[in-house]
């Protein structure tokens, strides 16, 4: 893989070719990740924590695009939290302070739940999300943001977003009508 896919997939998940995900850019954070890597495999003095939180912002950076993506279909602004919680734990400067954050707020991460079953592609785009917190290995994050690029370039961002698919804007039945049915 390769870090211009990392960047293609942050552009497409926020409809912008300069997504301010990451200050350095997405590209650095890719390459640094793989640089650790490198490092690690020869023992040039990355240490394990260095390497698990290069790892970590790669992932945080997936995550990020997947739930920027979410929500472009969504339009849902209790998932927004998600998308806050994620940004602000890649700001961390450490693993330690990237899991404090997460767990702070751990309860946010519900709210991408509600609604996602009435549209296949929001239920793509959460499945890949999942993937992505599973997953351990720069491989396995490679494997998801090609993944990712295939789901979004299928997405039909204009198609109009259809209200009555939201649970929480269908008004409630009147009573009266229903009592003379």
Known sequence: MSAKSFELLLETAFDSPNPQ?????????????????????FSQGTSREQLSYRFE?????VA?????????LADNEKSKEV??????????????EIDKIVQKRIASFDNLYHEI??????EEILHLFEQTLDAGTKEEL??????G???LAEVDWDA????????????PLDEDFLKNL
């Open 57 to 61: 912002r790669l992932r945080l950076g």
């Open 160 to 171: 109009p977003h259809n209200p009555e698919e939201d649970d929480d804007d269908i008004e």
């Open 83 to 96: 998308l806050e919680v994620l940004q602000e734990a890649i700001k961390a400067k450490n693993t330690r």
């Open 149 to 151: 690029l295939e789901l």
């Open 64 to 72: 990020i695009a997947f739930v920027q993506a979410f929500l472009r």
């Open 117 to 122: 079953f009435v549209n296949p592609q929001r």
């Open 21 to 41: 995900v990451f200050e350095e850019g997405a590209a650095t954070v890719y390459n640094d990740l793989e640089r650790a890597l490198r490092e690690a495999k």
């Open 142 to 147: 490679d494997e998801l943001i090609m993944d």
